[in-house]
């Protein structure tokens, strides 16, 4: 994938302001592409931190998959992980990025639904990368 990628000229909007990534934001990331923590997120605000993989409970997530099963394995750590009042963001190839995938926007929705989940934003994460934000359901938040 191209090094470039993470040029934040891609959009108008900060990557992280689009992925809601906030001061004090315990971020997990899974299977990100080389470069997206250190060029992608950035500089990180006050006291939030990154680490990859799910190690104790997020606010925010950011898992990238090029195959469904991947996201239909790694679900239940995500929602089980993810804080009540949290998300996470479910990142899938562009079709435009020709880099093969079975990951759709409605595939993902197909998956995450029927558990309680809803999405609730989409975005262009890269030229190679879209997001589709999901959380718990509100009427099931404790």
Not at 34 to 56: H, N, Q, Y
């Amino acid at each position: 994938m191209a090094a470039d990628q993470w040029d934040q000229g891609y959009a108008k909007t900060p990557l992280p302001r689009k992925l809601g990534v906030k001061e004090g934001l315990r971020i997990a990331v899974l299977d990100a592409p080389e470069g997206f923590v250190e060029r992608g997120l950035g500089p990180l605000p006050d006291g939030s931190t990154a680490a990859a993989g799910l190690d104790g409970p997020v606010d925010l997530a950011i898992a990238f998959v090029s195959e469904l099963a991947a996201l239909e394995a790694q679900l239940p750590d995500l929602a089980r992980a993810t804080a009540p009042d949290g998300a996470f963001w479910v990142a899938w190839p562009k079709k435009a990025s020709k880099v093969p995938t079975d990951v759709t926007e409605d595939r993902i929705r197909d998956v995450v639904l029927p558990r309680g989940l809803v999405d609730v934003k989409v975005c262009a994460i890269s030229p190679i990368w879209s997001g589709l934000k999901i959380c718990l359901r509100r009427e099931l938040r404790a």
